[in-house]
Nanobody, 117 residues
Framework: QVQLVESGGGLVQPGGSLRLSCVAS????????MGWYRQAPGKQREWVAS???????NYADSVKGRFTISRDNAKNTVYLQMNNLKPEDTAVYTC???????????WGQGTQVTVSS
């Protein structure tokens, strides 16, 4: 089982930036896809961005052009750089990993991001 630990959340003003980190307990090159999801109060969890072991990235339309997902393979870490944050980005952000040919998944504990003036 892969353990995931997120960090980097916090309170930021609209237009500000945050960088979230997700550290995996094993070599992320062996993980098929790593992604970020978020869940706002009273809403369903939604996919935000993902990064494959082959280097492909994808983004939800709502964050495209503002968020960037990246990997540091040497640190077994995936980042989510969030720029030009909006109040509607407020949510608990959770890291996800799909591995062993997509047969298994793991979730982190989540980190709170609050965008407010």
């Amino acid at each position: 089982q892969v353990q995931l630990v997120e960090s980097g959340g916090g309170l930021v003003q609209p237009g500000g930036s945050l960088r979230l980190s997700c550290v995996a307990s094993r070599n992320i090159l062996s993980i098929n896809i790593m992604g970020w999801y978020r869940q706002a109060p009273g809403k369903q969890r939604e996919w935000v961005a993902s990064s494959t072991s082959g280097g492909s990235t994808n983004y939800a339309d709502s964050v495209k052009g503002r968020f960037t997902i990246s990997r540091d393979n040497a640190k077994n870490t995936v980042y989510l750089q969030m720029n030009n944050l909006k109040p509607e980005d407020t949510a608990v952000y959770t890291c996800n990993a799909a591995y062993d040919n997509f047969r298994l998944t793991s979730w982190g504990q989540g980190t709170q991001v609050t965008v407010s003036s």
